[in-house]
């Protein structure tokens, strides 16, 4: 190995994980010996502080070796990739023990990695202008670029093409563009017999005059410019709280940039081809502009007008009516949802049944991924069957003609005899369907609110109820051909979730949220899903997911959403979310002894919220100032242990940071409040502030007393019965029964919805200050990582997720789950 290798290594900061399979595999089976091995590697790399490992952790690594194929050098390099260990960090260690054989196939097989970097860019060229196709890899030194046209290689020898002097083949410059030029490059990088190749980019010439399909002469300039401008932003009329998309494309070389103006003043963040506003307000109205440039040369887009709001018209020219008329007529074969609205429960805390570990991350994820489709989501832990009961009555209030409607469910299940029925957290250890919610009599009444599609998911088992031999009668269920039903497994089987660290996705969401933002028709994505399930070792011939379908068009998640002829409705969907999804505004309190307090709030789920407190000011004669919540109103759940806590994870939350909302440094004390469901009166709790005098050991104490209000779906009261419309069967009367004020509210005015969610995600909702509005803060919200198809083909434990189960001894671990019905 040359010195310059090594020195290649030791910079690679590539982490583990980058490394193949098999790579870690053979470095693992290299380091399992005794004089030279893992246990050597695990003293030298301990001298950073984050690779410093327990000694239950060490003795997990030793007992790998009792395992048929188990591997403690394996293991441990597993263990370093989690904490982000560096690939140049490992080879610094592997020399500092001296594991020759390590370093040679690690430097070989890093060394030997090819990876493109700059790919060449397709582009519409005016003929006699010169265009350079560049291509850049990382790897080896001395990569070798060749360049082809079609088939053919392209050669430095033929006068049409050049190569920029030392670059090595990167740059292919031709100059002029003549019609000899037209047609597809790619580029092949190589290094001994290792290879890859570029993508293909299509070079075509603008012709003046020319108005084929596809070419942008249309925007082509009077002067000859290497910059054009090949689609416009459109100009579009909506209402409060739609989503605002503007797209400028172009073709430049060198690749433009580009800047988005409002009203002739720079928008600082809009930098990209697009300009996306997400829950739009009348402050966004006015004219909306493009500068596009390079080093070269700079363009600007047309100015187009944004109109929000019923009061606000576009101008009454030709061409700008017509193109706002135009950016609403729907292409041929092109499906359009009138809103999109997704309600999505996990159950995990049962009292009679096992508790479960996936459904928060499970309704987490795909919260995130469905709140990038558009769907307004209402997500809810943990609910009793009162509780599910009128939250789906509140769901179906915000259906209506050719909206799409989505219900996941995440727990507890079983099916009889056809009908699939959710367990509720408070269901008897010996439940029926009287316990349940009926996800048929839901179809049902999704299919009088005339949906333009219904998607169920159902992460549960369907193992057979054998204290339940009642067959609930539906009434017949209407032929609408858009109904869509996804079962995370097969009839009178289970439903297994991955049990790895405090966070578990289920085996149904980990394959499903890698596909769900795919423009496919959703029967499509759910074939894939059950594919890609198919493949799994762990999972192959244990759970199977199950797609039952009557769904004759190609609708899809990602169908745009176009706005009804209603408006109002549109509208008065968003506000009813703002108002019953607020959460209280940041406040300061100030204290006696001079402390001034900062109170803050965020919301974890729809139902659950954390609060946070902070010493914003300390007079000079005070120390040790903190201040603590406490004695909070009866309804919602409080853990007391976890309350006060000095971090998010601490307090119960593993999915929220508040590291870039504010510094370190500054001191804060979380409290989580799961449940707000439940509260039946407005939320107030005690804030108590402890502090010391400078040279005094007694601590002091004083307390005020604080009311916020009822805080995001605390107003809709789900804890109250809920009016039955058309019960199906005499037995469901427990489903949707007694007085709902949403019920006789929505009766006077059948436009008011009230789980419409807006664009903003209540789940990144932070308070700063008393005129804040509720757009989304830059607070992370996004759960670790918690499986993979490689962590699920690894075999290792999991957990059932749902409850009627097999005695069949699985050859992989399962924990036993004991049929308590």
């Not at 439940?678 to 804030?687: C, H, I, N, T």
Request: hydrophobic fraction near 35%; proline fraction near 5%; aromatic fraction near 10%.
């Amino acid at each position: 190995m040359s010195d310059n290798s090594g020195r290649i290594m030791e910079n690679n900061t590539f982490g583990l994980e980058t490394l193949s399979e098999a790579a870690l595999g053979r470095l693992g089976y290299m380091l399992d010996n005794v004089e030279c091995g893992w246990k050597q590697l695990a003293r030298v790399v301990s001298e950073h502080q984050q690779f410093c490992y327990s000694d239950k952790e060490l003795t997990d690594c030793s007992i790998k070796v009792l395992s048929p194929h188990g591997s403690p050098g394996r293991h441990l390099l597993a263990l370093l990739a989690e904490r982000g260990c560096s690939v140049g960090l490992l080879f610094q260690s592997l020399k500092k023990i001296e594991h020759k054989d390590a370093v040679g196939f690690l430097t070989v097989s890093v060394l030997e990695q090819i990876e493109i970097t700059v790919q060449p860019q397709s582009q519409w060229l005016p003929e006699g202008s010169p265009v350079v196709l560049s291509c850049r890899a990382l790897g080896p030194e001395d990569l070798k670029y060749q360049w082809f046209k079609g088939k053919y290689e392209v050669s430095h020898k033929l006068k049409i093409f050049c190569f920029v002097p030392g670059g090595n083949g990167q740059d292919l410059v031709l100059n002029p563009v003549s019609s000899a030029h037209c047609g597809h490059y790619i580029c092949r990088v190589s290094f001994g017999v290792k290879c890859v190749f570029s993508n293909w980019a299509h070079l075509r010439l603008l012709r003046p005059g020319a108005g084929s399909i596809g070419s942008p002469s249309s925007y082509l300039p009077s002067s000859t410019s290497g910059l054009f401008i090949t689609q416009q932003p459109k100009p579009w009329t909506l209402m409060e709280g739609d989503t605002l998309f503007l797209e400028c494309a172009a073709q430049a070389n060198p690749p433009p940039q580009f800047q988005w103006y409002f009203n002739k003043e720079p928008l600082p963040k809009f930098t990209k081809h697009f300009l996306q506003i997400p829950c739009i307000t009348t402050e966004q109205r006015g004219i909306y502009a493009c500068k596009v440039y390079n080093l070269y040369h700079e363009m600007w887009s047309d100015q187009v007008q944004v109109n929000i709001g019923p009061g606000s018209f576009p101008d009454f020219s030709f061409d700008g009516t017509a193109m706002n008329l135009m950016s609403t007529i729907p292409l041929p074969h092109e499906f359009l949802a009138t809103d999109k609205v997704a309600l999505l429960i996990g159950n995990m805390h049962y009292q009679h049944h096992r508790e479960l570990r996936a459904p928060m991350a499970d309704v987490h994820e795909l919260t995130n991924l469905l709140r990038q489709l558009d769907f307004k989501v209402v997500s809810l832990l943990d609910l009793n069957c009162q509780e599910m009961h009128s939250a789906v009555m509140e769901f179906l209030l915000l259906l209506d003609k050719g909206v799409y409607g989505l219900l996941y469910f995440a727990g507890h299940g079983y099916e009889n005899y056809g009908n699939s029925f959710m367990v509720p957290i408070d269901a008897p250890a010996s439940y029926t369907f009287k316990h349940c919610l009926w996800v048929q009599e839901v179809l049902h009444r999704m299919q009088e609110r005339q949906t333009g599609l219904n998607v169920f998911l159902l992460d549960m088992c369907r193992k057979r109820n054998l204290n339940d031999e009642c067959i609930p009668h539906p009434d017949p269920l209407r032929v609408t051909a858009n109904t869509v039903f996804g079962y995370a497994t097969c009839v009178d089987a289970e439903a297994f979730e991955v049990k790895k660290d405090d966070l578990s996705n289920g085996v149904f969401v980990s394959f499903l949220k890698k596909r769900l933002m795919e423009p496919e028709k959703v029967t499509v994505i759910l074939d894939k899903v059950a594919e890609d399930m198919g493949r799994c070792e762990i999972t192959r011939g244990y759970q199977a997911p199950e797609l039952r379908s009557n769904l004759s068009e190609r609708r899809a998640l990602t169908d745009k959403i176009q706005t009804p002829v209603c408006q109002v409705t549109a509208s008065t969907r968003n506000m009813q979310w703002t108002i019953a999804h607020v959460l209280p505004d940041s406040r300061c309190l100030q204290f006696e002894c001079g402390v001034k307090v900062q109170l803050g709030f965020a919301a974890e789920f729809s139902n659950i919220m954390i609060i946070y407190t902070r010493v914003l000011e300390t007079p000079k004669d005070i120390v040790c100032c903190f201040a603590e919540l406490s004695d909070f109103t009866e309804g919602p759940e409080v853990d007391l242990k976890c309350s006060n806590q000095g971090s998010l994870r601490e307090a119960g939350s593993l999915l929220l940071s508040m590291n870039d909302i504010q510094p370190l440094e500054q001191h804060r004390l979380f409290t989580r409040i799961s449940a707000l469901q439940r509260l039946k009166k407005e939320l107030s709790f005690a804030v108590n502030l402890h502090y010391k005098y400078t040279n005094l050991d007694e601590e002091f104490l004083e307390e005020q007393r604080v009311t916020v209000g009822k805080p995001l779906v605390s107003k809709l009261n789900l804890h109250e019965p809920r009016i039955s419309q058309s019960s199906s069967d005499p037995h469901m009367s427990s489903v949707f029964d007694s007085a709902s004020f949403s019920e006789s509210l929505r009766a006077s005015l059948p436009d008011l919805n009230f789980f419409s969610i807006g664009s903003s995600s209540t789940s990144c909702s932070f308070y700063q200050g008393q005129k804040e509005s509720l757009a989304c803060s830059d607070l992370k919200n996004e759960p670790e990582e918690t499986t993979s198809t490689e962590f699920l083909q690894s075999r290792v434990s999991n957990v059932i997720k749902s409850m009627p189960t097999t005695s069949e001894e699985l050859p992989f671990k399962f924990c036993d789950f004991k049929n308590s019905i």
